[in-house]
C-alpha cells in the first residue's frame, strides 16, 4: 500500500522561511512532486524530484532522500499569496500506469 | 507549457441527472489520463485512470459504472456521472501526462465542481 505523511497545518511570517516535510512508504517509487492548491482550485506543479538531493526552483526548493523515505519543500521570502495548501505525491506503479498518490496537504497560513 | 482543459468548471442539477466533464491535452498528446475527485478538507483521491483506446482502470471502492469513463483520442477523456446524487457532490479533477515525456510531471485540468441538489 501506500502512505504518505505531511504535517496538517502550519503558520509562518511574511518573509520568513517555511520547511515542510513529508514522509512516504510506498511499492515502488518513480518520483515525488509537490503540488500548490489554493482553495477551490486545481493543484499546479512546483517541483520533482527523482534522484536523492536538492532542486532548486527560484523561491521553491525541494528535497529528496529515498532511502528515507524523505522529502521537504523549502518556501523563501514568502509572501502572503503562499498561502495555499501543500501537495506531496508520490508516482509509483499502479494497476496499468504510474499513479500519483497524494498526501492530505499541509495548509500554509502566511501572516504579516 | 502543457495545458489541460476540463470543462465545465461547475455543474449544479437535480438528482438523477448523468453529468458529463470533458478532460483535453491542448498541446500534446496523452495515452493516459487521470480522474481525481476531492471532499472540502480532504486529499485528491484517484478514481480511475483512464488509458486511450482501452477500458477505465478503476480504483477500489469507484463503482465503474456509476463513473463511466471514455478516452476515445489522444487529447480527450470524459468522465459521465450517471444518475448523481447528493453525495456525489465533489470537485472532479482530471490531470493528463505528456506520452512523449514519461519522467515529467503530471498537469491538472481547472476542475469541475458538482453540486447535486
Known amino acids: 500500500g501506500q502512505n504518505i505523511d505531511q504535517p496538517t497545518e502550519m503558520t509562518a511570517t511574511e518573509g520568513a522561511i517555511v520547511q515542510i516535510n513529508c514522509t512516504y512508504q510506498t511499492s515502488g517509487f518513480n518520483g515525488l512532486f509537490w503540488y500548490q492548491q489554493h482553495a477551490g482550485e486545481a493543484p499546479t506543479f512546483l517541483s520533482y524530484?527523482?534522484?536523492?538531493g536538492l532542486e532548486e526552483k527560484g523561491r521553491f526548493s525541494s528535497f529528496l532522500s529515498r532511502s528515507k523515505g524523505y522529502s521537504y519543500l523549502l518556501l523563501k521570502e514568502l509572501q502572503m499569496k503562499d498561502s495555499a495548501s501543500y501537495l506531496c505525491?508520490?508516482?509509483?506503479?499502479?494497476?496499468?500506469?504510474?499513479?500519483?498518490?497524494f498526501g492530505k496537504g499541509t495548509k500554509l497560513s502566511v501572516i504579516p | 507549457g502543457a495545458v489541460v482543459s476540463q470543462h465545465p468548471s461547475r455543474v449544479i442539477c437535480k438528482s438523477g441527472t448523468s453529468v458529463k466533464i470533458e478532460c483535453r491535452s491542448l498541446d500534446f498528446q496523452a495515452t493516459t489520463m487521470f480522474w481525481y475527485r476531492q471532499f472540502p478538507k480532504k486529499s485528491l483521491m484517484l478514481m480511475a485512470t483512464s488509458n486511450e483506446g482501452s477500458k477505465a482502470t478503476y480504483e477500489q471502492g469507484v463503482e465503474k459504472d456509476k463513473f463511466l469513463i471514455n478516452h476515445a483520442s489522444l487529447t480527450l477523456s470524459t468522465l459521465t456521472v450517471t444518475s448523481a446524487h447528493p453525495e456525489d457532490s465533489s470537485f472532479y479533477i482530471c490531470s493528463a501526462r505528456d506520452a512523449g515525456a514519461s519522467n515529467q510531471p503530471q498537469h491538472f485540468g481547472d476542475g469541475t465542481r458538482l453540486s447535486i441538489l
Open positions: 524530484n527523482v534522484l536523492d
Open positions: 505525491a508520490v508516482r509509483a506503479p499502479g494497476a496499468g500506469s504510474y499513479q500519483l498518490t
